[in-house]
């Protein structure tokens, strides 16, 4: 088949930029893929348990900031620490959390948190505890063999 010579020059420039595309596309989504938005700040994932505030898991009142407390929470296969919180009803809460060895989920049952711990990162979700009862956290990320046993709780008491 005869192709005509601009006909080819056309085909040649679509297909370039087809391919620059492509490119751009898979570089933006290898990025999103390392670097969630929710987990900005970094941790060597083998010293979680001599990092602040990972050192001291649970929960912390704090002074001068948008939140009144923090709410730490280390992840491991194939649990939290810590195991079961209560916070006051009512708190501005700010949740922190990582992993010390493979990806996790953060999940509070009944409610809108939901994040997916790292290793190497830092995840962090604010909100207020407005209802009393128990929260179930439970890991929406298949982690291994434990994962469905994978689980603690948040008791919002008044
Ligand atoms: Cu941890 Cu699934």
Redesign the pocket.
Same mark, same amino acid.
Not at 102 to 105: A, K
């Given at each position: 088949m005869h192709i005509h010579k601009y006909e080819k020059i056309w085909l040649i420039f679509g297909l370039t930029t087809l391919l620059i595309f492509l490119s751009v596309l898979g570089v933006s989504a290898f990025y999103l893929g390392n670097q969630p938005p929710s987990c900005l700040a970094t941790i060597n994932p083998e010293k979680v348990d001599t990092t602040k505030p990972f050192n001291k898991p649970g929960l912390k009142k704090v002074k001068g900031k948008a939140w009144d407390y923090e709410l730490v929470f280390v992840?491991s296969?194939?649990n939290y620490n810590p195991g079961e919180i209560e916070v006051p009803k009512g708190a501005k809460v700010k949740v922190i959390a990582t992993?010390k060895d493979?990806? &996790?989920?953060f999940e509070v049952a009944g409610t809108n948190i939901n994040m997916m711990l790292e290793p190497g990162f830092i995840s962090e979700f604010e909100t207020t505890f407005d209802k009393t009862g128990e929260f179930l956290i439970v890991?929406?990320?298949?982690?291994?063999a434990? &994962?469905?046993m994978?689980t603690s709780k948040i008791k919002v008491v008044e």
């Open positions: 992840a296969a194939f992993t493979v990806i &996790h989920g890991c929406n990320e298949y982690c291994g434990g &994962h469905h994978m």
